[in-house]
């Protein structure tokens, strides 16, 4: 069974680079051919897609946060990692993770329990 | 671009049918035939219940069904059980390996 866990500081100052990363379980980053993907929510509001990653190292980003973020992959440490620069109160969100398809236009099958990241001013 | 348009709010009783409505542009659910639906219990991840508009993952009971005209997806749930009652989310491809949600609908379950 497939799982993934978000890990990372649960306060990030404002302006401040807000970091997480996602370790792997049950798959391999590096063989199974999906893409990786980090989304998230703002207490008590919808769904956001933030970006995706491909082993290779291929992104793709939301067009609304592309100058802020960066996802990254370790393949030997199957895991990835999203940084978000000059974080603000609006970025304050529950983080998941989750296992994208094979390509772009498929849904996401296995998620990660999500981390709240709260940042203050 | 913007986000896809969802129902803040659904309701119906037990053993009834609901359907929740996502709306979307030519850009991205009248483009593609890759729109997923997804639950969500409060407090937990959201998890898969439909995807390509009408297929669903292994364990999803058919009593969940999705369907696409035009730029609108719709989620319908049938026979409403009290397990039910949660929010739901669309999401559709928009083209250019990018995705977005629809804002979500609260089922509620009378």
């Known amino acids: 069974q497939v799982r993934l866990q978000e890990s990372g500081p649960g306060l990030v100052k404002a302006s401040e680079t807000l970091s997480l990363t996602c370790t792997v379980f049950?798959?391999?980053?590096?063989?199974?051919?999906?893409?990786w993907v980090w989304i998230r929510q703002p207490p008590g509001k919808g769904l956001q897609w933030i970006g995706s990653?491909?082993?290779?190292?291929?992104?793709h980003y939301n067009p609304s946060l592309k100058s802020r973020v960066t996802i990254s992959v370790d393949t030997s440490k199957n895991r990835f990692s999203l940084k978000l620069t000059s974080a603000t109160a609006a970025d304050t969100a529950v983080y998941y993770c989750?296992?994208?398809?094979?390509?772009?236009?498929?849904?996401?099958?296995?998620w990660g329990q999500g981390h709240l990241v709260t940042v203050s001013s | 671009q913007s986000a896809l348009t969802q129902p803040p709010s659904a309701s119906g009783s037990p053993g009834q049918s609901v359907t929740i409505s996502c709306s979307g542009t030519?850009?991205?659910?009248?483009?593609?035939?890759?729109v997923s639906w997804y639950r969500q219990y409060p407090g937990k991840a959201p998890q898969l219940m439909i995807y390509d508009v009408t297929k669903r993952p292994s364990g999803v009971p058919d009593r969940f069904s999705g369907s696409k005209s035009g730029s609108t997806a719709s989620l319908t749930v049938s026979g409403l059980q009290a397990e039910d009652e949660a929010d739901y989310y669309c999401?559709?491809?928009?083209?250019?390996?990018?995705?977005?949600f629809g804002g979500g609908t609260k089922l509620t379950v009378l």
């Open positions: 989750a296992r994208g398809g094979t390509s772009g236009n498929e849904p996401s099958d296995f």
């Open positions: 030519r850009s991205d659910v009248g483009d593609y035939n890759y």
């Open positions: 049950g798959d391999s980053i590096s063989s199974s051919l999906h893409y």
């Open positions: 990653i491909y082993y290779s190292g291929t992104t």
């Open positions: 999401s559709s491809y928009a083209g250019d390996n990018i995705v977005i």
